[in-house]
């Protein structure tokens, strides 16, 4: 790779993609031949794992993980001279070792570190779901890009050492000469961009958010077929529409993303909270457990990047759940969304916004979550909001939980308090989010039936508190 500071952020030039999000829609799109096939998609942790999803989505294909850790030079970390794998998989890049003037002690004692790292994320991943079986299958493996192909080439190693019949090595973005070299351990590359020169991965991304174990954890559950969790399986449908919207709002456009599954039963729209935006990652994690129940889902900024460098655009609900009323309007006007009912998603302030635009004339909502709300702040509005609302807060966040009762209090809808044990205000914890994207999925679901007159629907609104 050409010599260039670790730190240097990436320019607006050489950005191809917008986020994770963005490159496994167009990853997607090159994949599209596997759809039907037995495949499945096996993502590098971490931040591969969340293009994975993506792409095992739109496939309609099963999702796991292929753990392996990149050997790095021991003064510089980020140059890999080799990989490690699961099962005892190992590449080195002996040329590189030898020009590194790395011995065998030092190698030694970078992949003992790795090597218990590696353990670690096996324990952790493996305790969500267990490995998949790769017998006659086509491996899918996919990263959100590859630098060296130091580690795809112990992740190709791995799936065949599994019992992989083929073995296809996908990703948004790869320097040419690597993917010609890993044409020799991979049955097929595909790579959307292969620009030059490149430095680092995150040079052609706009969002290169780190990714945790968490949310690695979260989008296997997701994927899972075990109780509670919601399938992404190779019976499920690929999604009708996966795309980039841009929505006239007055005399501004608003970005957004807009995710519709084969017969979708409802829409989902999503207002975040101060601070965030339609890449936030645990809405994104959120709307993938709603796509997976066949609700179509709408992650959009509620603000332009010039409104929100005024602070106090960022807290004016009125202002905000204007901006959600008019984007409801234009979801109504889309083809694939006609007729279907729709529920509003809002996290911090974003939930105030939710059920502000909710008591607009002409506004019809079917039902309305708020995921560590300030619903408070929707104030003298709170007794006119009729659509069913779900109130869900961490059990540690005191502050918020106190003003989710009081506003719970005021509300004369049927509405209920949801609290997550042990989970704080960014229901970080492991397995917190998926808890309450599954409080989220439930509720929506329940009245999208209730909304269209099929079965199931709910009582007599009542309160309650849980």
């Known amino acids: 790779m050409p010599d260039r500071p670790a730190w240097i952020e990436p320019s607006e030039e050489d950005a191809v993609f917008t986020d994770r999000l963005d490159a496994a829609r167009q990853l997607a799109e090159r994949l599209g031949r596997f759809a039907g096939v037995d495949v499945t998609v096996l993502g590098l942790p971490r931040g591969g794992v969340p293009v994975a999803a993506r792409v095992a989505a739109a496939l309609g294909a099963p999702l796991d993980v292929i753990v392996v850790r990149k050997l790095g030079v021991p003064f510089q970390p980020e140059l890999a001279m080799g990989a490690i794998g699961e099962g005892g998989a190992r590449v080195l890049d002996a040329d590189l070792v030898r020009m590194a003037g790395v ?20 324990q952790r991943f493996r305790a969500a779901r267990p490995r998949a079986d790769l017998s006659g299958q086509t ?22 050492a599994q019992g992989a019949a083929r073995v296809v090595l996908a990703a948004p973005v790869a320097p040419p000469d690597v993917v ?10 595909v790579v959307c961009a292969t620009p030059e020169p490149f430095y680092g991965v995150g040079q052609f991304y706009a969002d290169f958010s780190q990714v945790d174990d968490d949310e690695v954890v979260d989008l296997l559950t997701a994927a899972g077929s075990g109780p509670g969790t919601v399938a992404i399986s190779s019976g499920q449908d690929p999604p009708l529409r996966d795309e980039t919207v841009r ?13 519709v599954p084969e017969h979708p039963i409802g829409l989902v729209v999503f207002a975040h909270g101060s601070g965030s935006s339609r890449f936030s990652p645990r809405n994104n994690y959120v709307a993938t457990v709603l796509n997976g129940a066949g609700i179509a889902t709408l992650l959009f900024d509620l603000l332009t990047t010039e409104e929100e460098l005024e602070r106090r655009n960022v807290f004016d609900v009125e202002l905000l759940a204007g901006r959600l009323v008019e984007v409801t309007a234009w979801a109504n006007d889309q083809i694939e969304l006609e007729g279907l009912p729709i529920g509003y ?31 408070d702040l929707a104030g003298p509005r709170l007794p006119e909001v009729t659509a069913p609302t779900r109130l869900v807060v961490g059990g540690d966040d005191t ?4 003003l989710n009762r009081e506003a719970l ?4 809808c049927e509405a209920d308090l949801r609290v997550v044990p042990g989970a704080t205000h960014l229901f970080s914890e492991p397995g917190a989010l998926r808890q309450a994207a599954e409080m989220a999925r439930s509720w929506f679901s329940r009245h999208f039936v209730s909304s269209t007159g099929g079965a199931g629907a709910g009582p ?6 849980s």
């Open 103 to 122: 011995d065998d002690r030092e190698l030694a004692e970078v992949e003992r570190r790795e090597r218990a790292e590696l353990e670690r994320r096996v």
């Open 139 to 160: 491996a899918l493996i996919v990263d959100d890009g590859i630098a060296t192909g130091s580690t795809a080439r112990a992740a190709c190693q791995v799936a065949r």
């Open 180 to 189: 010609a070299r890993l044409a020799e351990v991979a049955d097929e590359v």
């Open 247 to 259: 929505i006239p709002a007055g005399s501004v456009l608003l970005d957004g993303n807009l995710c």
């Open 345 to 375: 998603f809002g996290a911090s302030t974003g939930a105030a916004a939710a059920l502000w635009a909710s008591t607009e004339p002409g506004v019809s909502i079917a039902s309305v979550v708020s995921r560590g709300g300030r619903p």
């Open 399 to 402: 502050v918020v939980l106190e």
């Open 409 to 412: 209090a005021r509300l004369r």
């Open 460 to 465: 007599a609104p009542t309160a309650q508190l």
